[in-house]
Protein backbone atom coordinates (compact mmCIF):
# COMPACT_ATOMS: atom_id res chain seq x y z
CA UNK A 1 0.00 0.00 0.00
CA UNK A 2 1.22 3.84 -0.84
CA UNK A 3 0.42 6.46 1.55
CA UNK A 4 -1.81 9.38 0.01
CA UNK A 5 -1.22 11.55 2.85
CA UNK A 6 2.31 12.25 5.05
CA UNK A 7 1.46 14.84 7.91
CA UNK A 8 1.36 14.40 12.03
CA UNK A 9 -1.38 14.10 14.70
CA UNK A 10 -1.27 17.50 16.94
CA UNK A 11 -2.98 17.73 20.04
CA UNK A 12 -1.68 20.18 22.99
CA UNK A 13 1.68 19.90 22.73
CA UNK A 14 2.43 16.40 21.56
CA UNK A 15 3.04 15.79 17.54
CA UNK A 16 3.30 12.54 16.08
CA UNK A 17 4.34 11.92 12.59
CA UNK A 18 2.04 9.37 11.01
CA UNK A 19 1.13 8.57 6.97
CA UNK A 20 -2.47 7.49 5.65
CA UNK A 21 -3.61 4.46 4.09
CA UNK A 22 -7.13 3.97 2.72
CA UNK A 23 -8.71 1.37 5.32
CA UNK A 24 -10.85 0.21 2.32
CA UNK A 25 -11.33 -0.65 -1.50
CA UNK A 26 -13.72 -0.89 -3.96
CA UNK A 27 -14.68 -3.71 -5.84
CA UNK A 28 -16.97 -2.57 -8.39
CA UNK A 29 -16.44 -3.68 -11.70
CA UNK A 30 -16.07 -0.92 -14.38
CA UNK A 31 -17.98 -1.34 -17.67
CA UNK A 32 -16.68 0.56 -20.92
CA UNK A 33 -19.44 2.52 -23.15
CA UNK A 34 -19.00 0.52 -26.56
CA UNK A 35 -20.34 0.79 -30.13
CA UNK A 36 -23.00 -1.89 -30.61
CA UNK A 37 -21.77 -3.00 -34.17
CA UNK A 38 -17.93 -3.15 -33.90
CA UNK A 39 -17.08 -2.85 -30.22
CA UNK A 40 -15.22 0.43 -30.49
CA UNK A 41 -14.89 2.04 -27.21
CA UNK A 42 -17.03 5.17 -26.44
CA UNK A 43 -14.72 8.12 -25.26
CA UNK A 44 -16.22 10.92 -23.58
CA UNK A 45 -15.70 14.98 -24.79
CA UNK A 46 -15.63 18.22 -23.31
CA UNK A 47 -18.38 20.40 -25.03
CA UNK A 48 -19.30 23.76 -24.33
CA UNK A 49 -22.92 24.22 -24.65
CA UNK A 50 -22.99 27.37 -25.67
CA UNK A 51 -21.96 26.39 -29.71
CA UNK A 52 -21.36 22.39 -29.19
CA UNK A 53 -17.74 22.85 -29.95
CA UNK A 54 -15.25 20.46 -28.04
CA UNK A 55 -12.80 22.39 -25.43
CA UNK A 56 -9.17 21.64 -24.90
CA UNK A 57 -8.36 21.18 -21.31
CA UNK A 58 -6.05 23.99 -21.65
CA UNK A 59 -9.32 26.49 -22.48
CA UNK A 60 -11.13 25.35 -19.17
CA UNK A 61 -11.15 27.36 -16.35
CA UNK A 62 -13.23 27.21 -12.65
CA UNK A 63 -16.42 28.51 -12.12
CA UNK A 64 -19.04 29.35 -9.39
CA UNK A 65 -22.55 29.39 -10.38
CA UNK A 66 -23.99 32.24 -7.97
CA UNK A 67 -26.98 33.13 -9.64
CA UNK A 68 -28.92 31.09 -12.60
CA UNK A 69 -26.25 31.02 -15.68
CA UNK A 70 -24.29 33.84 -13.72
CA UNK A 71 -20.75 32.55 -13.08
CA UNK A 72 -17.75 34.13 -11.59
CA UNK A 73 -14.10 32.43 -12.50
CA UNK A 74 -11.96 31.36 -9.71
CA UNK A 75 -8.06 30.77 -10.34
CA UNK A 76 -5.23 28.89 -8.46
CA UNK A 77 -4.18 32.16 -7.13
CA UNK A 78 -7.95 32.49 -5.68
CA UNK A 79 -7.41 28.91 -4.25
CA UNK A 80 -4.08 29.72 -2.76
CA UNK A 81 -5.52 32.82 -0.79
CA UNK A 82 -8.20 30.63 1.23
CA UNK A 83 -5.79 30.24 4.18
CA UNK A 84 -5.98 26.46 6.06
CA UNK A 85 -3.57 26.39 8.74
CA UNK A 86 -1.57 22.90 9.52
CA UNK A 87 -2.29 21.62 6.20
CA UNK A 88 -0.02 18.68 6.76
CA UNK A 89 -1.48 18.36 10.35
CA UNK A 90 -4.68 16.06 11.78
CA UNK A 91 -5.64 18.92 14.53
CA UNK A 92 -7.05 17.43 17.46
CA UNK A 93 -9.43 19.89 18.91
CA UNK A 94 -11.57 17.80 21.07
CA UNK A 95 -11.76 14.68 22.74
CA UNK A 96 -15.67 13.13 23.52
CA UNK A 97 -16.84 9.55 24.45
CA UNK A 98 -17.40 7.74 21.54
CA UNK A 99 -20.74 6.46 22.48
CA UNK A 100 -22.09 10.07 22.19
CA UNK A 101 -21.85 10.85 18.05
CA UNK A 102 -24.40 9.46 16.48
CA UNK A 103 -22.91 6.46 13.71
CA UNK A 104 -24.47 8.81 10.83
CA UNK A 105 -21.71 11.41 10.90
CA UNK A 106 -18.80 9.06 10.25
CA UNK A 107 -18.24 7.72 6.76
CA UNK A 108 -14.88 7.19 5.61
CA UNK A 109 -12.24 5.25 7.54
CA UNK A 110 -8.11 5.07 6.81
CA UNK A 111 -5.61 3.90 8.91
CA UNK A 112 -2.63 5.78 10.50
CA UNK A 113 0.75 4.60 10.61
CA UNK A 114 3.36 6.28 12.81
CA UNK A 115 6.16 7.51 11.06
CA UNK A 116 10.44 7.24 12.26
CA UNK A 117 10.34 8.28 15.47
CA UNK A 118 6.36 8.59 16.44
CA UNK A 119 5.83 4.85 17.71
CA UNK A 120 5.87 5.82 21.48
CA UNK A 121 3.60 8.89 21.70
CA UNK A 122 1.40 6.68 18.92
CA UNK A 123 0.96 3.77 21.29
CA UNK A 124 0.19 6.54 23.88
CA UNK A 125 -2.37 7.85 22.10
CA UNK A 126 -4.30 5.12 20.77
CA UNK A 127 -4.23 3.34 24.38
CA UNK A 128 -5.59 6.54 26.32
CA UNK A 129 -8.43 5.97 23.01
CA UNK A 130 -8.98 2.71 23.67
CA UNK A 131 -9.03 2.56 27.52
CA UNK A 132 -11.54 5.69 27.67
CA UNK A 133 -13.21 4.84 24.88
CA UNK A 134 -12.60 8.32 23.58
CA UNK A 135 -12.59 9.82 20.13
CA UNK A 136 -10.38 12.68 18.81
CA UNK A 137 -12.34 15.33 17.04
CA UNK A 138 -9.94 16.67 14.14
CA UNK A 139 -9.76 19.01 11.59
CA UNK A 140 -7.48 17.93 8.71
CA UNK A 141 -6.87 19.22 4.99
CA UNK A 142 -6.48 16.43 2.57
CA UNK A 143 -5.84 17.72 -0.77
CA UNK A 144 -7.75 21.17 -1.30
CA UNK A 145 -10.43 19.97 1.21
CA UNK A 146 -10.99 20.18 4.80
CA UNK A 147 -12.60 17.53 6.70
CA UNK A 148 -13.87 17.52 10.21
CA UNK A 149 -12.56 13.75 11.24
CA UNK A 150 -12.51 11.16 14.08
CA UNK A 151 -8.85 9.52 15.51
CA UNK A 152 -10.47 6.02 16.95
CA UNK A 153 -8.42 3.12 18.36
CA UNK A 154 -8.71 0.16 16.49
CA UNK A 155 -6.76 -2.92 17.70
CA UNK A 156 -3.17 -2.30 17.78
CA UNK A 157 -3.73 0.98 14.60
CA UNK A 158 -5.23 4.56 14.64
CA UNK A 159 -8.19 5.19 12.85
CA UNK A 160 -9.02 8.45 11.18
CA UNK A 161 -12.47 8.57 9.83
CA UNK A 162 -13.82 11.39 7.87
CA UNK A 163 -17.21 12.71 9.11
CA UNK A 164 -19.56 15.15 7.92
CA UNK A 165 -20.12 18.91 9.27
CA UNK A 166 -23.46 18.79 11.02
CA UNK A 167 -24.99 21.19 7.97
CA UNK A 168 -24.30 18.48 5.82
CA UNK A 169 -26.80 15.91 7.60
CA UNK A 170 -30.23 15.99 6.10
CA UNK A 171 -33.39 16.82 8.91
CA UNK A 172 -34.60 13.62 9.47
CA UNK A 173 -37.33 15.33 11.38
CA UNK A 174 -38.34 16.39 8.05
CA UNK A 175 -39.62 12.70 7.05
CA UNK A 176 -43.04 11.38 7.45
CA UNK A 177 -42.14 8.32 9.65
CA UNK A 178 -44.67 7.12 12.51
CA UNK A 179 -43.28 8.63 15.99
CA UNK A 180 -45.83 7.22 18.16
CA UNK A 181 -47.77 3.71 17.46
CA UNK A 182 -49.95 1.52 19.40
CA UNK A 183 -48.77 -2.40 19.17
CA UNK A 184 -50.21 -4.81 21.63
CA UNK A 185 -48.00 -6.51 23.81
CA UNK A 186 -48.64 -9.87 22.13
CA UNK A 187 -47.08 -8.38 18.85
CA UNK A 188 -44.35 -6.74 20.89
CA UNK A 189 -43.45 -9.91 22.34
CA UNK A 190 -43.51 -11.85 19.23
CA UNK A 191 -41.45 -9.03 17.70
CA UNK A 192 -39.10 -9.08 20.12
CA UNK A 193 -38.67 -12.91 20.45
CA UNK A 194 -38.02 -12.79 16.33
CA UNK A 195 -34.96 -10.49 16.98
CA UNK A 196 -33.75 -12.43 19.74
CA UNK A 197 -33.78 -15.41 17.78
CA UNK A 198 -31.99 -13.90 14.54
CA UNK A 199 -29.79 -12.58 17.11
CA UNK A 200 -25.94 -13.40 16.09
CA UNK A 201 -22.17 -12.54 16.82
CA UNK A 202 -21.04 -9.97 14.46
CA UNK A 203 -19.00 -12.11 11.82
CA UNK A 204 -17.90 -9.56 8.51
CA UNK A 205 -17.03 -12.28 6.92
CA UNK A 206 -20.34 -13.92 7.13
CA UNK A 207 -21.70 -11.51 4.30
CA UNK A 208 -20.56 -11.51 0.82
CA UNK A 209 -22.22 -9.05 -2.40
CA UNK A 210 -24.03 -11.68 -3.91
CA UNK A 211 -24.85 -9.24 -6.57
CA UNK A 212 -21.46 -8.91 -7.86
CA UNK A 213 -20.22 -12.23 -7.38
CA UNK A 214 -23.50 -13.82 -9.71
CA UNK A 215 -22.80 -10.87 -12.28
CA UNK A 216 -19.03 -11.81 -12.63
CA UNK A 217 -20.13 -15.82 -13.08
CA UNK A 218 -22.21 -13.90 -16.07
CA UNK A 219 -19.30 -12.08 -17.63
CA UNK A 220 -17.23 -15.82 -17.46
CA UNK A 221 -20.21 -17.43 -19.04
CA UNK A 222 -19.99 -14.91 -21.90
CA UNK A 223 -16.67 -14.73 -22.19
CA UNK A 224 -16.50 -18.46 -22.13
CA UNK A 225 -19.26 -18.83 -25.53
CA UNK A 226 -17.11 -15.30 -27.12
CA UNK A 227 -20.00 -13.11 -26.13
CA UNK A 228 -23.00 -15.24 -27.41
CA UNK A 229 -26.25 -14.70 -25.65
CA UNK A 230 -27.12 -17.50 -22.79
CA UNK A 231 -30.10 -18.85 -22.10
CA UNK A 232 -31.88 -17.82 -18.69
CA UNK A 233 -32.63 -20.19 -16.34
CA UNK A 234 -35.79 -19.90 -15.21
CA UNK A 235 -36.37 -18.46 -11.69
CA UNK A 236 -38.27 -19.93 -8.79
CA UNK A 237 -41.64 -17.20 -8.43
CA UNK A 238 -41.80 -16.06 -4.57
CA UNK A 239 -45.13 -16.36 -3.19
CA UNK A 240 -47.21 -13.18 -2.67
CA UNK A 241 -47.61 -11.92 0.96
CA UNK A 242 -49.89 -10.23 2.38
CA UNK A 243 -49.82 -8.96 5.79
CA UNK A 244 -52.90 -8.99 7.30
CA UNK A 245 -52.40 -10.54 10.84
CA UNK A 246 -48.72 -9.37 11.94
CA UNK A 247 -49.16 -12.06 15.11
CA UNK A 248 -49.52 -14.55 12.26
CA UNK A 249 -46.40 -13.49 10.16
CA UNK A 250 -44.19 -13.18 13.69
CA UNK A 251 -45.72 -16.37 14.93
CA UNK A 252 -44.25 -18.08 10.98
CA UNK A 253 -40.78 -15.89 11.07
CA UNK A 254 -40.59 -17.11 14.09
CA UNK A 255 -40.89 -20.56 13.65
CA UNK A 256 -38.85 -20.83 11.03
CA UNK A 257 -36.36 -18.87 12.98
CA UNK A 258 -36.38 -21.72 15.89
CA UNK A 259 -33.77 -24.55 16.19
CA UNK A 260 -30.18 -24.55 14.92
CA UNK A 261 -29.40 -21.08 13.08
CA UNK A 262 -28.71 -21.04 9.36
CA UNK A 263 -25.34 -20.93 8.20
CA UNK A 264 -24.09 -18.54 5.69
CA UNK A 265 -24.15 -20.07 2.52
CA UNK A 266 -20.37 -20.40 1.44
CA UNK A 267 -18.82 -18.42 -1.11
CA UNK A 268 -19.02 -19.24 -4.57
CA UNK A 269 -16.31 -20.39 -6.22
CA UNK A 270 -15.84 -18.36 -9.61
CA UNK A 271 -13.13 -18.23 -12.06
CA UNK A 272 -12.86 -15.00 -11.35
CA UNK A 273 -11.86 -15.44 -7.36
CA UNK A 274 -9.58 -18.32 -8.43
CA UNK A 275 -7.69 -16.34 -9.80
CA UNK A 276 -7.79 -13.64 -7.17
CA UNK A 277 -6.48 -16.60 -5.01
CA UNK A 278 -3.67 -17.20 -6.98
Request: aromatic share 8%; glycine share 6%.
Amino acid sequence: MRAIWKGSISFGLVNIPIALYPATRKEDLKFRLLRAKDHSPVNYKRVAEKDGKEVPWTEIVKGYEYEKGKFVVLSEKDFQRVDLEATQTVDIQDFVDLEEIDPMYFYKPYYLEPQKGGDKAYVLLREALADGKKVGIAKVVIKTRQYLAGVKALKHALVLELMHFAEELADAEKLKVPKRLEAGKREREMAKKLVESMSSKWDPEKYHDDYREALMEVIEEKVESGGKEIEEKPKAKKESTKVIDLVAVLQESLAKSKGVKKKSAPRRATKHHAKKAA
